[in-house]
């Protein structure tokens, strides 16, 4: 009782208000904000409040669905400036608005950026309250807090209330001792992700992807509504024993459970466990991501470690991308120089995929696109086009899927890759890429048409 009794008092010695914390910062300060569920609204909203005292301070986040209010207070970025390692639909509007600036990063790397090479003058995250033994847990927003927290000059707790507590393997939690500021307050619902529903294209993409699944496989899956499909299709599939090792845990993965698929009893490692970076979903998937012994999280330096992945036999990994070229560039994140998202773990998976002994990582997209001017225009290009950034060199793609099927352009001569990815493409365009393919000296005389 006495140990609990202490932690019980340096808790209160360390408790203050959000605009009392919100004193440490300093103009020219490097701040950190948790991301996703792990966003201090709180500790927001009083740094905003104190923007006219406060100038050139750079913020980073990722993954944000709340409205940042420091960003919201400060349209002309004299105060605040907001920077994201990976973009939501939020942040990918305020990029659109000019007031999200956007940082490269491979996620598995993230928290060695932070150990080696960055500066963090106050980090603050959003946690639940802490346990009987001084320790505050990640919760659904682990991915890379620890790395952060311990880069930082000063670290600033909110304790929210509403989130779940999560078991881990690793770096999910911190002790009260670590800590300098802890902030109490209400909270709203965590942030979820609507339903998506797939299109008629997206779902025979799916359906090319879980006939190349095989029982026992252990699965990641990207964001959106063609990993979703995915899901839900593996959920009525004959497909058993799968295993789970993503940096995102979503919905999807709760549905493959209920429908008795997932076990993680064929995993080569961390057997029975699901395992996870962060969560994003519903009430329903924090709920049993809570105390589960079975829902484990980890940082992503471990789940989405290619060495690690490599290790899980018949892994696969699903994921979207915008476009690819005829060389087999991957451009995931970017369409032309409008960020859309960002690298995340896709590099990650793909590398991780290709060492796992039957592995499979699938990149996925429809075969073309309507743009804004009402024109039909194929995904697979001659080459990207400018200001398409790369997210998966071409010595790394695996599988590319459309709506017409799959190509595996590991190993490939760049003539091969021509026409395996021409053969996916809508038939509308093949001819056009044939030609494009010659002039690029990239198409043989025994290709096929």
């Known amino acids: 009782m006495a140990s609990a009794f202490n932690y019980a008092s340096k808790y209160q010695s360390k408790l203050c208000s959000a605009d009392q914390a919100a004193r440490v910062i300093k103009s020219g300060d490097w701040i950190d904000i948790g991301m996703g569920a792990g966003?201090?609204?709180?500790?927001?909203?009083?740094i905003a409040r104190r923007k006219e005292e406060l100038r050139d301070v750079k913020v980073r986040g990722y993954l944000i669905f709340n409205p940042i209010q420091m960003v919201e207070s400060d349209t002309e970025r004299k105060h605040f400036i907001y920077n994201s390692w990976h973009m939501s639909a939020y942040e990918r509007k305020l990029f659109d608005r000019g007031l999200c600036s956007f940082c490269p990063m491979v996620f598995r790397n993230?928290?060695?950026y932070y150990t080696h090479f960055l500066t963090v003058n106050v980090a603050m995250l959003a946690v639940p309250p802490m346990n009987a033994h001084g320790y505050f847990n990640f919760s659904v927003a682990n991915a890379s807090a620890r790395a952060v927290l311990d880069k930082a000059d000063i670290v600033i707790l909110e304790v929210n209330e509403n989130l779940p507590w999560v078991y881990g393997g690793l770096d999910e939690c911190i002790h009260i001792d670590d800590v300098d500021m802890i902030v109490e307050g209400e909270h709203g619902p965590l942030p979820s992700l609507a339903p998506t529903t797939a299109s008629a294209e997206e779902m025979m993409i799916a359906e090319y992807v879980v006939q190349n699944m095989s029982?026992?496989?252990?699965?990641?899956?990207?964001?959106?509504?063609?990993?979703?499909?995915?899901?839900?299709?593996?959920?009525?599939?004959?497909?058993?024993?799968?295993?789970?090792?993503?940096?995102?845990?979503?919905?999807?993965?709760?549905?493959?459970?209920?429908?008795?698929?997932?076990?993680?009893?064929?995993?080569?490692?961390?057997?029975?466990?699901?395992?996870?970076?962060?969560?994003?979903?519903?009430?329903?998937?924090?709920?049993?991501?809570?105390?589960?012994?079975?829902?484990?999280?980890?940082?992503?330096?471990?789940?989405?470690?290619?060495?690690?992945?490599?290790?899980?036999?018949?892994?696969?990994?699903?994921?979207?991308?915008?476009?690819?070229?005829?060389?087999g560039q991957i451009c995931a994140e970017t369409a032309g120089m409008r960020q859309i998202s960002g690298t995340g773990g896709q590099l990650d998976f793909l590398e991780g995929a290709a060492l796992s002994k039957g592995g499979k990582a699938f990149i996925c997209m429809t075969s073309s696109f309507t743009d804004k001017h009402g024109n039909v225009q194929s995904r697979i290009k001659p080459t990207l086009m400018s200001g398409d950034?790369?997210?998966?060199?071409?010595?790394?793609?695996?599988?590319?899927?459309?709506?017409?099927?799959?190509?595996?352009?590991?190993?490939?001569?760049?003539?091969?890759?021509?026409?395996?990815?021409?053969?996916?493409?809508h038939p509308d365009f093949r001819e056009g890429l044939i030609a494009a393919a010659e002039k690029q000296g990239i198409w043989i005389r025994s290709n096929k048409r």
């Open 215 to 327: 029982n026992g496989s252990t699965l990641q899956l990207g964001i959106g509504s063609l990993p979703n499909a995915v899901g839900q299709m593996l959920a009525r599939s004959d497909l058993r024993d799968l295993g789970v090792n993503t940096e995102m845990l979503c919905d999807s993965y709760l549905e493959l459970y209920k429908a008795g698929k997932v076990t993680n009893r064929m995993k080569n490692i961390d057997r029975y466990k699901s395992v996870f970076g962060f969560a994003i979903g519903s009430p329903e998937l924090y709920e049993w991501a809570r105390e589960n012994p079975g829902v484990v999280t980890y940082p992503v330096s471990y789940c989405n470690d290619p060495g690690n992945i490599g290790q899980l036999d018949n892994f696969v990994s699903i994921n979207n991308c915008i476009s690819v070229d005829l060389y």
């Open 389 to 425: 950034v790369v997210t998966d060199p071409r010595s790394l793609s695996f599988y590319i899927v459309t709506e017409y099927g799959g190509v595996n352009l590991l190993g490939c001569t760049t003539w091969e890759r021509a026409e395996r990815l021409i053969s996916v493409a």
């Open 110 to 112: 993230l928290g060695a």
């Open 39 to 46: 966003f201090p609204s709180l500790m927001d909203a009083a």
